[in-house]
């Protein structure tokens, strides 16, 4: 009986310091979120090679989404928010990649995912009612300057490059909403035609 009582409590101490290990970690990646958004080009770099910055980024992302939702006071959007963020932030760098490897960048996908969802932070000012929206296009803008950073530490691209790639990014992404909003209106309008 005593034996078994000693591998137990050794058990319970390493599953403790192993779950102690996790938070500490977690703590070092909201401070590598501040460094990112502080503009360190080395933090970017280190994120970037960090294998295990994509879980936290992901989190950050999510949680990203339920700011928005509080910000609202919607109840759908604290549901829906997290997964369509998620979702989106993939198309987002996922172009982003794309566009920096035309312009001769050498950048992966996931060595871009990593310091930009670590920089997702700023998105949380949503969370503030009534002005959320507000501060949020603010934040957005800080975003696209972090991206731009990104490129060109992580992505080998020069300043006018990674300028460049951020604005047909943001161009590309104009056009698309605009699309989106023009056939939803569409579809109204003739709605209200044929009813």
Known sequence: ?????????????????????????????????????????????????????????????????????????????LIFGPILVTLLSFVFVGLLSILSRLFGGSASFLALYR????????????AVPIIGPFLGFFALVYLAVIAGLTLECVGALSRPRAAAVIALLASISLFLFLVFFAMIGSLMLFRAFFS
């Open 1 to 77: 009986m005593g034996l078994k009582e000693n591998r137990l409590m050794i058990a319970e101490q390493t599953r403790s310091e192993s779950e102690q290990s996790e938070r500490m970690d977690f703590g070092n990646y909201l401070q590598q979120s501040i460094q990112i958004l502080q503009l360190d080009s080395d933090a970017i770099r280190e994120v970037s090679k960090d294998e295990d910055a994509l879980l936290p980024a992901l989190i950050f992302f999510a949680v990203s989404g339920l700011a928005i939702g509080a910000g609202r006071y919607s109840f759908e959007t």
């Open 115 to 126: 310091p930009i969802g670590l920089a997702v932070p700023v998105q949380w000012v949503q």
